[in-house]
């Protein structure tokens, strides 16, 4: 189910997203159908500029999953300073990511061609929603679409910016980590419109160390080639308690829906894997933090330019686009 926003060529679109968290069967006539509206809806959207236009990706695109047309997508990523292999359904790769992706370069290279920043996209939504796995698979395609043009998206996640485990101990509030005050805001804050100024020098930025459970400062370097940084994290759409200070200064917004019950049964597993606990602990931790958390988070999705529906499996259920 769709709510038509401003866009309605794009909601069109979006429209054929499988509400079907099973294995498809992808078809020559449905990749047909999907190339048939794609051209009608981008050419709207591209600058005609005498470079690589839309189509003439949708042309090259469209030969490459020619030789795998009813195969899957496997990426090969890093998530968390982990090495992973992604598998992405056709059907999200050529209905959302691929129009998503198209908008952000459009979008891109307005800002490069006006003040010369980088464009930030702001990623939300409720723990274990699958934020970074679906910002790698978006900054992988970014990459490949902006590559002609000497350009690369990096990203930034929220969790980077948490307060040490030795910080939160000191303070009473390591059993509390992941609420809103267990973060660095404004810290975030500063780095964010570091990254938003003008791209003449690299951004040295914290990333957040999965085997350490803690951030570690100037993991990654933002380069002079990246003109698109997308920055992930519970709270980055917020609008209170500090957090409109980071949510105000994202160019664009999507924001990752994910029913509360498949938030806890995907937190509770995470936690209980990721921090070798039992269920019972992991349990208890989502009743502390990330179940608290889930209303303060979902209210910021009122403020996204497109909001995606999350289903078992991470899959992409739905789309609602309200402004691109």
Known sequence: ???HGA???LVLLLERVIANDGDIHVTEHEIDGAFETLPNVWSLLEAKRGEVTINDRLRQWKAAVRNTLSEDLSLHVRVDCVAKCITVRLVETWLIYFPLCLWIVRRCKDKVAGDGSRLLVGVGGSAAAGKTTFCCIVAAFLNHLLEDDGCRCQLLG?????LTNKALAASGLRHLKGRP???????LADDVSRLKAVHCSP?????YDRELHDPRAHGVIVSTDCTAVLIEGLFVLCSEDGWESVSSQMDCKIFLQIPHCLCEKHSVERKAVGNKISRDEALAH???VDGPNYSFIEQSSVIA???LGVGRDYGLTHAVVRSM
């Open 305 to 307: 330019d497109v909001v």
């Open 158 to 162: 929220m969790d980077a910016y948490h």
């Open 203 to 207: 951004v040295s930025l914290p990333v």
């Open 7 to 9: 866009n309605n060529d």
């Open 286 to 288: 989502f009743h502390r």
């Open 181 to 187: 005050n267990t973060v660095d805001v404004r810290s």
């Open 1 to 3: 189910r769709m709510s």
